[in-house]
């Protein structure tokens, strides 16, 4: 089977298993609390660029007409009931299709019956009126008073109220119907929903503002259920699965156009003296009208997905503008979603499945984290609710069980490189043991050698992206040419650890200059690599970059392992120290670095500078740390001089100081690298400071 049908088979696993994973949540009601958010977002995204029907007007009750009323009228809250006679006379005046009163009069009035009297006379004569009933108080059946909803309706889910109160029995003579004000706001406290019926009682109870829609018409047959629909008269509003409508929200606010009960209430008074009023007659033509409060002390606003603070009254009206515009959002269907989280989750895991890069991989990611969101954003604006949290947790599973499947197979290559290497040996170290049979035997001997530790920084950028075969004859050239090199210059080959190279100077034959040759076997693999780079660049896509980490100290060396599979090799600290300046390196960007003991026997015939005084992880003793960067003779970089006053500062604990003189040099790593460490000092300074820098890590 092909590198390529591999990739492909393991991201189809991978995102198959992400995808079901989060569609099991979204079917459990997991994720509720994270769609809410995206579902506001969108909201207030769309809602800016829309407005309510004209058909729709609210009248509102706010702080300015209770100002009004008490100031010129002496009338407290709450207000004689006639008031509202002069409300519905203006409406009826105008020629609106009807008055929904979200206001509640289930009590007497507090002016005597008198006043009750008048207010249902009022909205007898006046525009047809719908009052509102809520939930609550002791009557559990319906009142026989009141005008009985005649419509028969079988909804798989309705809204059941035990209680109810009722408008007084004086009032309600003159209303036309009534309308259930129940409601409930989401998990996040936020309404967006609305039961349109109501079961008390064995009577199906439309909702306020059903019943203001169907009240001109008053056909009890206009309206049905039929497959997760509600069909009124030509309309037809999709219901979620607990059978509420999804209102669509408009506005900056979510308010329509709203007028102040004063202003109307003193266009009517005005009108029966002869005089201009306020407010035209024509404003309310033809509309359907609401009226409630939003006066805070009347205590009801309620949080919207665009407004934190909305009159209640505005569920009711925009009820009624998403059935006039056939708007109402409706669910995406089961069979889209799943398919859809599906397909999103896969082409995620497999798209990242192919990512050679850390910025291909990021890239794609930022992609398929966004496709949700887009995905949910199109799908509004087509009237469909997209679960976004659902889709967006799916592309989140697949792609880190991607990046998991592809550390692990990286992993695989690597050990696959591993053993196809591990049995070659120096020349030297064969030729010793032809001389010397006895070498044979297991053992070692103490000896001072220079140690060098290599590893290809970009190993992880190509390693998933070449078959093993080409991956094995890359390396085979790349080691070849590394091998050469040090053998040339008379190091032993310990052994390849995958892409990394141990080698050694002193042993098995000892030479005196073991650690200038070393540095000289650094230099020329570097600059050997550096003239490879491209053709290695056309063949795997990835800038290979060497790290080298050198130090010179005591060891065992000798053949270790069984009696029946040895290697010649090393142990000790010394080792262990030129392994962890191998991977020092990536803390100060550079490319090769040598201990002090190793800096100390060649510096004569190189060029180098000293890094830091170093506390590698493992090691409590610090060890001076020098970058590598050439022969002697060869002209040395001006910014050094710089750079050493920096990292003098830094030894003394100026870090200020040291940071205004490395920020001088940006185009130097190690002056950066030493920036971001005098940040993170002076965010956090040490409680006693010995000039030495810290590895966290190896």
Known sequence: MSNHVKKCLRGWGVGLAGGLIALLAWQLGWLESWEAPTWTWRVKFFSQRETLSPQVKVILLDQASLDW??????????????????????????????????????????????????????????????????????????????????????????????????????????????????????????????????????????????????????????????????????????????????????????????????????????????????????????????????????????????????????????????????SFIANAGAPAVILGVLATAVAAAVSLSFANKWWQSGSIAVVWLAVPVLVGFVAYAQGQWWPVATNGLASALALVGALAANYLAEGRQKAFIKQAFNHYLSGEVIDKIIRDPSHLQLGGEKRELTIMFTDLAGFSTFSERLGPVELTTLLNDYLTEMTDIIMEEGGTLDKYEGDAIIAFWNAPLEQPDHAVRACRAAMRCQRRLAELRDGFLQRTGATLRMRIGMNTGDVVVGNMGSKKRFNYTILGDAANLAARLEGANKAFGTETMVSGNTWDKASSEFRGRKLADLRVVGRKTPVPVYELTGFAGEPVPPAWEAFAAGRERFRQGDFAGAKAIFEQLPDDPAARSYVRRCDDLCAHPPTAWDGVWGLTEK
């Open 69 to 326: 009323a008490q100031r010129e009228n002496d009338w407290g809250w709450p207000w004689p009931r006639e008031v509202y006679g002069a409300i519905s006379a203006f409406c009826k005046r105008a020629g609106a299709k009807v008055v929904c009163y979200d206001l509640l009069f289930t009590e007497p009035s507090v002016n005597g019956v008198p006043d009750d009297e008048a207010m249902g006379a009022a909205l007898r004569e006046g525009t047809p009126a719908v009052l509102s009933l809520m939930s609550g108080g002791s009557r559990t059946t319906w009142a026989d008073y009141m005008r009985r909803p005649v419509l028969k309706i079988d909804l798989p889910v309705v809204t059941q109220a035990s209680s109810l109160l009722f408008p007084v029995q004086q009032i309600a003579a003159g209303a036309a119907a009534a309308g259930h004000v129940l409601g409930s706001p989401d998990a996040d406290g936020v309404f967006r929903r609305v039961s349109p019926f109501c079961r008390f009682d064995g009577i199906e109870i439309p909702a306020l503002a059903l019943a203001a829609y169907l009240t001109p018409s008053a056909d009890p047959n206009s309206v049905a259920a039929s497959g997760g629909q509600l069909i009124v008269a030509d309309k037809r509003i999709p219901l979620d699965r607990e059978g509420k409508v999804i209102l669509r929200f408009r506005g900056q606010s979510g308010l329509p156009q709203a007028f102040s009960a004063a202003a109307v209430i003193q266009s009517e008074l005005r009108l029966r003296d002869g005089e201009t009023p306020p407010l035209s007659p024509e404003t309310f033509k033809d509309c359907y009208v609401f009226v409630g409060c939003s006066a805070p002390a009347l205590l009801d606003l309620r949080p919207i997905p665009v407004n934190p603070k909305c009159p209640g009254v505005i569920l009711h009206a925009t009820f009624v503008d998403n059935l006039l515009t056939d």
